[in-house]
């Protein structure tokens, strides 16, 4: 079974950037589509980002769009979300996971290790 492991957050000030990197071990993902997940204090695990196994047909969640950017690097099994722009509302503990194809938002795997995010007024 594939191991997530989600790092790079910390804490900036409103407006600031941070790039996020979920490291896999054991198998690969490369041939499955990703996602980037967040979970507020007293707020549900919302659906963030998500790309497809080729690089292709990235899908932002409203709230993230045009300010976050999803990639990956199938070589060193590493999925990026570059975000910019941040703001308060965007502070959270962040996921990457496994997901379908054909439906970013329905994780696959098991829910690794988080990165908090900070974003300071």
């Known amino acids: 079974q594939v191991q997530l492991v989600a790092s790079g957050g910390g804490v900036v000030k409103a407006g600031g950037s941070l790039r996020l990197s979920c490291a896999a071990s054991g198998r690969t993902f490369s041939n499955y589509a990703m996602g980037w997940f967040r979970q507020a204090p007293g707020k549900e695990r919302e659906f963030v980002a998500g790309l497809s196994w080729s690089d292709a047909n990235p899908l932002y969640a409203d709230s993230v769009k045009g300010r976050f950017t999803i990639s990956r690097d199938n070589a060193k099994n590493t999925v990026y979300l570059q975000m910019n722009s941040l703001k308060p509302e965007d502070t959270a503990v962040y996921y990457c996971?496994?997901?379908?194809?054909?439906?970013?938002?329905?994780?696959?795997?098991?829910w690794g290790q988080g990165t908090q995010v900070t974003v300071s007024s």
């Open positions: 996971n496994v997901v379908t194809s054909s439906d970013y938002d329905r994780p696959l795997g098991s």
